[in-house]
């Protein structure tokens, strides 16, 4: 009896853990997005704001040009700026800073040609719209829709396919 329980115990976790994970699109209703905030310079891009890019579908991606982990994600990034770029996708780079040598504009300018990234980039110093998203984390992405809801996250490295199907449906939907 004992064993059989066992059995039936070991078989229901592994079937828990097969079950896939809600991503935060699904597990929350889409909220208005914040707008860009305290943006102390514009790099690639004249100042921009959200109001403006109504009808397009925006990818925030808040990043800081040493985090191991934000430079694993911008091949991804610049490779999705690339092929939706034309399909109505806009990223904005969202650069917040860790340390204090990268609130330096000549840094970040420096960090962008050095990786090649050509899409805009908010310089955030203080934190303004890092703190309107509530966000905590680098790198962090925010899709948000044609009328300017949030309806998609993710935080940290991974998840590229989803992401990068997330932006595919989020276009479709702007159509």
């Known amino acids: 009896m004992l064993a059989t329980l066992k059995k039936l115990a070991a078989a229901a976790v592994v079937a828990l853990c097969?079950?896939?994970?809600?991503?935060?699109?699904?597990?929350?209703?889409?909220?208005?997005?914040?707008?860009?905030t305290g943006i102390e310079k514009w790099l690639n891009s004249p100042p921009l704001?959200?109001?403006?890019?109504r009808g397009k579908v925006v990818l925030v991606d808040f990043w800081t040009y040493t985090c191991i982990n934000c430079i694993h994600?911008?091949?991804?990034?610049?490779?999705?700026?690339e092929k939706y770029k034309d399909s109505g996708l806009v990223v904005v780079g969202v650069h917040t800073p860790e340390f204090p040598f990268e609130r330096s504009t000549r840094n970040v300018e420096d960090a962008i040609k050095r990786f090649g990234i050509a899409y805009p980039v908010a310089q955030d110093n203080q934190y303004a719209t890092w703190d309107a998203y509530r966000?905590?984390?680098?790198?962090?992405f925010y899709l948000i829709?044609?009328?300017?809801?949030i309806v998609y996250t993710h935080?940290?490295?991974?998840?590229?396919?989803?992401?990068?199907a997330m932006i595919q449906q989020a276009l479709a939907e702007a159509g």
């Open 155 to 164: 935080f940290g490295e991974g998840r590229y396919k989803e992401t990068e």
């Open 73 to 81: 994600t911008l091949p991804y990034v610049k490779a999705w700026h």
């Open 145 to 149: 829709d044609k009328q300017g809801r």
């Open 18 to 36: 097969a079950l896939p994970l809600p991503s935060m699109a699904q597990a929350a209703p889409p909220v208005q997005a914040p707008g860009f």
């Open 49 to 53: 704001d959200l109001a403006s890019l």
């Open 135 to 140: 966000n905590r984390y680098w790198p962090a």
